[in-house]
C-alpha cells in the first residue's frame, strides 16, 4: 500500500514513513492510492470475527488493509494492547444504545480522557513507540487541540519511550476540566503552550511548522492531529463496528451516521469506510455555530472565518472555521484532481478565504455519491436535545452528542438506522449540562479535585517563532 499527496507531490509513501510525518511535503494530506474494497463476504467474514473476538480483532482485519510495512503478528499485537476492557472500561470497547426505533448513540467515550479522541490516539501511541523503538530515533509531537485531541494525546504519549508533546491550546476556550486533564499533567515529556486567539490559530501554527521542512527534519516533528493518516485510519474501525451492532446480518440493508464535527476528521473516516463498501447511507455532517461545513454541504462554497468571527460555544470542541481534514475529501470529490486541489486549498484560500464549487457538477451530485448531508445546532438547541434525551431515555449526553442528535432527528429515514457517533462523557462540559439539567453530571473518581491540582502550561501569543523557538529550547 502506497500513500500519495492531495497536492499532488511526486514521492508515494509506505504507512511507517506517513506514519512520523504528518503532513506532505507540498503541504497535503496523506491518502491511499485507492480504497481497499470489502464485499459481502469480507463484511460476513468480519462481523464474525467481531462477534467472537471482539474490537481489538476487527481493528486489526482493517488496519491490516493499509498497513503492509508492519509485521502482520506485531501490529496484531499493537491492536490487543491497545483496545482492552482495562484501558476502555467496558469488553465492546465501543457498546451501542439503542434510544428508540432507528436512532441510536454509539459510545466512544469510554478512553482515559472520556472523549472519542482516545480511540485513534491510544493506537497511535502504541504505534509510535513501536516505529521509534524499530529505528532508535525520537519524535516531537506538535498539536493543536479545541478540548479533546490534546488531552487524548497526552495521556497516550505520558511516559512513551523517545516521544515528546507540545501541545498548542486556544487560551481559556476549553472548557475547566478539558483545561485541568492537559494542565494538572507534570510528566516531563509533555509541554502545554496556551496560544492567544482562537483553535484556528494554533492549527495554523503546527502546519506552518509542519511547512518548514528544515525545523521539521532537525527537530524531528511529527503530528497527532487529524491531519495524521493513521489517526484517522483507527476511527474507520469503529463505523464497521457500529454496523456490525446495527445490523444482523450483511444483507440487513444500510445504516446512516450522524457525526458533530468541526475539523472533518470524525466525519472523514465515515467517508473512508463507505469508500472502502461499508453500506453507509447518509454522512450527516452536524456543526454548531460555526458553521462552516454546513454551508459548504448546502452551498457549494467554503468560506473560512477569521479568528474574530470564530463564535465561543457551548460545544468549544467544535469552534473551528478551517477543517483541516476537509481537503481529503474535497481531493476524493474532485476525481482526486491533485492540481485542482492544491489551487483550492493553497492559492484561493490563502487569497480569498473562499471558494465555491456551486456550479461544478460534482459538488451538485455529493450527496448521491457520498452520502454527506449536514445541519447546524445552536445553543438553545443543545439545551433542548440535553433535556429531552435525559427526560424521555434516562441517557445524559454531552453538548457535542446533542448537536449531533439534534441533527440526527431531522434527518432521519424509514427503514434505515440511524447512529449518532457520541463524543464525549457530559461531566467535560459540566457547566452547560448544570443549566439544562439542573444538576451536575457523575464525575468519574479518578478525576475527582482535578481543577485544583497543579498547572504546567506556558502561554504564548498566536506567533510561529515563539513557539518554534520553546520547542527548540526543550529538545535535547
Not at 527534519?217 to 446495527?246: D, E, P
Request: with cysteine.
Amino acid at each position: 500500500m502506497k500513500y500519495l499527496s492531495t497536492r499532488g507531490h511526486a514521492d508515494r509513501k509506505r504507512f511507517c514513513e506517513i506514519l512520523l510525518e504528518g503532513l506532505a511535503p507540498d503541504g497535503g494530506l496523506y491518502l491511499p492510492e485507492t480504497y481497499p474494497q470489502v464485499n459481502a463476504a469480507l463484511l460476513d467474514s468480519w462481523r464474525a470475527i467481531y462477534r467472537e473476538s471482539g474490537y481489538a480483532a476487527l481493528a486489526f482485519e482493517v488496519l491490516s488493509l493499509y498497513i503492509d510495512d508492519i509485521p502482520a503478528a506485531d501490529l496484531k499485537a499493537i491492536c490487543s494492547k491497545t483496545y482492552t476492557e482495562e484501558v476502555f472500561g467496558t469488553p465492546e470497547i465501543v457498546p451501542l444504545r439503542k434510544l428508540e426505533d432507528g436512532l441510536y448513540l454509539e459510545a466512544l467515550s469510554n478512553g482515559p480522557t472520556l472523549a472519542f479522541k482516545d480511540m485513534a490516539m491510544q493506537l497511535l501511541g502504541n504505534l509510535f513507540e513501536y516505529e521509534l523503538a524499530r529505528r532508535g530515533e525520537e519524535l516531537n509531537i506538535l498539536g493543536a487541540t479545541s478540548g479533546d485531541t490534546g488531552s487524548a494525546a497526552e495521556y497516550a504519549m505520558r511516559g512513551k519511550k523517545g516521544v515528546r508533546v507540545f501541545m498548542t491550546s486556544p487560551q481559556g476556550r476549553m472548557s475547566p476540566f478539558q483545561q485541568a486533564q492537559m494542565f494538572s499533567l507534570q510528566d516531563a515529556n509533555i509541554h502545554n503552550i496556551a496560544i492567544e486567539g482562537v483553535f484556528d490559530d494554533c492549527q495554523d501554527i503546527v502546519k506552518a511548522v509542519s511547512n518548514d521542512l528544515a525545523f521539521k527534519r532537525k527537530y524531528k516533528i511529527g503530528t497527532v492531529n487529524s491531519i495524521n493518516w493513521a489517526r484517522l485510519l483507527a476511527q474507520v474501525v469503529y463505523y464497521f463496528a457500529g454496523y456490525f451492532q446495527t445490523t444482523a446480518t450483511t444483507d440487513g440493508g444500510k445504516v446512516s451516521f450522524t457525526v458533530p464535527s468541526g475539523n472533518f476528521g470524525n466525519v472523514c473516516a465515515g467517508h473512508v469506510a463507505r469508500m472502502m463498501g461499508l453500506p453507509i447511507a447518509q454522512l450527516v455532517v452536524a456543526t454548531n455555530e460555526n458553521d462552516v461545513l454546513d454551508e459548504f454541504f448546502r452551498t457549494g462554497v467554503y468560506r473560512v472565518r477569521a479568528s474574530a468571527d470564530t463564535h465561543e460555544t457551548s460545544s468549544p470542541s467544535m469552534d473551528i472555521s478551517k477543517a483541516s481534514n476537509f481537503e481529503r475529501f474535497v481531493f476524493d470529490l474532485l476525481g482526486r484532481d491533485a492540481a485542482r486541489v492544491a489551487d483550492l486549498f493553497g492559492a484561493q484560500l490563502s487569497k480569498q478565504g473562499r471558494f465555491d464549487l456551486s456550479g461544478d457538477t460534482t459538488f451538485q451530485s455529493a450527496a448521491q455519491h457520498y452520502g454527506f448531508i449536514s445541519g447546524k445546532s445552536t445553543h438553545a438547541d443543545r439545551l433542548q436535545t440535553i433535556r429531552d434525551t435525559f427526560a424521555r431515555f434516562g441517557t445524559m449526553i454531552d453538548t457535542h452528542t446533542a448537536d449531533g442528535l439534534k441533527v440526527a432527528r431531522q434527518n432521519l429515514q424509514p427503514g434505515v438506522p440511524m447512529i449518532v457517533l457520541e463524543t464525549a462523557l457530559p461531566i467535560k462540559f459540566a457547566e452547560t449540562i448544570e443549566e439544562a439539567l439542573g444538576q451536575l453530571p457523575p464525575r468519574p473518581a479518578k478525576f475527582e479535585g482535578i481543577e485544583a491540582l497543579p498547572k504546567r502550561v506556558q502561554r504564548m501569543p498566536a506567533d510561529v517563532a515563539q513557539v518554534k523557538a520553546y520547542i527548540a529550547a526543550h529538545t535535547s
